[in-house]
């Protein structure tokens, strides 16, 4: 028996060890060797310098203004997809005329190449764009959507429209996982809808519901690629985020800064990821 299942634990190895290696090579390694740079005054044979750019790193006011930038958007704007997520797996769950045509279009966001998504974003929010010819049709000034403080409600938009689909549909299956009895029994000692939504529904949600905004989280530090293509190197004050930052200090060959911003973002990253892990995992005791 043990013999067999050492064999299984070695094929299983071989199986696994091209995506480990690969893990290793391109994700493991260069973190680490992005952490000890980050302690140098520069990459190779460079010495050694502490905390120091990590000093130099907190008082940049463009890496400030990015990182308040960054955890900016997500506080705001992780709960509020939340919400719409939740709403509308809500509403799809519901026996809707145009629910499939509904779930489709929610869904179609994450097929769509990010090429051609920019592209529709520029067409909407240019300056000769759809939605100032509108503004115009109605007798309304024209909006430099990208070079204002408009730029953040618009990345707010491009990042909600890009990822709802993801997690409605992780929302409606949580619900469709629910037993029908546990609201039938609701029913019949009188509950009524808002009751069995918050005391049956979200409460079976909840595991759901941390996964959900666990990938909300990560995703928004993933809006960079959008707002990259949309607005370049150096976009509206509002919308320069951390990426940003780090993209134009590899720009300019200043791997000691990039590397510390790195592993700050990194670093801020795991804080998120640990406290929700420890209240789901604090949630699931108590449900037990």
């Not at 509308?88 to 769509?112: C, D, E, G, K, S």
Request: proline share 3%.
């Amino acid at each position: 028996m043990n013999k067999l299942l050492r064999n299984e634990m070695t094929v299983a190895s071989l199986f696994l060890s091209p995506s480990l290696i690969g893990l290793a090579i391109f994700y493991i390694i260069p973190f680490i060797m992005g952490v000890l740079y980050s302690f140098h005054d520069s990459p190779g044979n460079g010495s050694f310098v502490g905390l120091h750019n990590y000093e130099s790193l907190l008082e940049s006011a463009s890496f400030r203004k990015a990182a308040a930038n960054t955890f900016l958007f997500t506080g705001v704007c992780v709960p509020l997809i939340v919400s719409l997520s939740l709403l509308f797996a809500h509403l799809l769950n519901q026996r809707l005329f145009i629910r499939n045509w509904l779930q489709t279009a929610f869904v179609m966001p994450l097929v769509v190449p990010v090429a051609s998504i920019v592209m529709i974003w520029h067409i909407v929010f240019d300056w000769n764009g759809t939605l100032n010819e509108w503004l115009q049709s109605l007798h309304w000034e024209r909006v430099d959507w990208m070079k204002s403080d408009w730029a953040i409600v618009v990345l707010a938009v491009v990042y909600v429209w890009k990822n709802i689909g993801y997690n409605i549909i992780l929302f409606l299956a949580g619900m469709r996982n629910i037993p029908k009895e546990y609201y039938e029994t609701a029913e019949i000692e009188g509950a009524g809808k808002f009751h069995q939504w918050t005391h049956i529904t979200l409460v079976y949600l909840t595991p759901t519901m941390f996964f959900v905004v666990l990938m909300s989280i990560i995703n928004s530090f993933k809006v960079f690629r959008e707002t990259y293509l949309i607005a370049g190197d150096y976009p509206h004050d509002q919308i320069y985020m951390l990426q940003h930052y780090m993209n134009n200090m590899f720009l300019s060959l200043d791997i000691h800064k990039l590397t510390a911003a790195a592993v700050v973002m990194v670093g801020g990253i795991l804080i998120f990821v640990s406290s929700m892990l420890a209240i789901e995992r604090r949630f699931r005791n108590f449900m037990e």
